[in-house]
């Protein structure tokens, strides 16, 4: 538990300190399983349209994903000028393909970044975007402002 605690606490780290130049993922890339492949992912910023305050994603790995595999999404974002991160982590259900994440209660300045990453036995499998982290604006008049990695 010490371990994953960690590897979350480095993909935060890692998240805030890399805010551009964000690329998309490449697919086969994953030093894990295949469930930990990240293929593709979409994600919304969601202020003035319900849910709101919300970042919800909904991210493809190239297999089930596995129970022992964690599945993390990365909010960072500023209040007030202060750094901000938010990370929800969700294991595997053995099942399906796809995860689904609702971060509640981000109250941006103003963008926000998102990226999501695999990890297991102590170590990062994958994470998308390959570098950095995909920027989305608030969602406006809109729907909520969206993006994919």
């Given at each position: 538990m010490k371990r994953i605690a960690a590897a979350l606490?480095?993909?935060?780290?890692?998240a805030l300190a890399v805010t551009a130049g964000a690329s998309a993922?490449?697919?086969?890339?994953?030093?894990?399983?295949?469930?930990?492949?990240?293929?593709t992912g979409g994600a919304s910023y969601n202020v003035e349209n319900p849910p709101f305050n919300t970042v919800t994603a909904t991210v493809q790995y190239a297999g089930a994903t596995c129970r022992n595999v964690h599945y993390v999404l990365?909010?960072?974002?500023?209040?007030?000028?202060?750094?901000?991160?938010?990370?929800?982590?969700?294991?595997?259900d053995g099942s399906s393909d796809l995860i689904s994440f609702q971060v509640n209660n981000v109250a941006a300045d103003g963008n926000v970044c998102v990226a999501t990453y695999t990890a297991g036995?102590?170590?990062?499998?994958?994470?998308?975007?390959?570098?950095?982290?995909?920027?989305?604006g608030p969602d406006g008049s809109g729907g909520g402002g969206s993006g994919t990695f």
């Open positions: 606490l480095l993909i935060g780290a890692m993922d490449t697919v086969g890339d994953s030093s894990g399983p295949a469930c930990s492949d990240i293929l990365v909010v960072t974002y500023t209040v007030a000028g202060q750094p901000k991160v938010k990370v929800q982590s969700v294991k595997g036995a102590g170590q990062i499998y994958d994470g998308s975007p390959n570098a950095g982290c995909a920027e989305l």
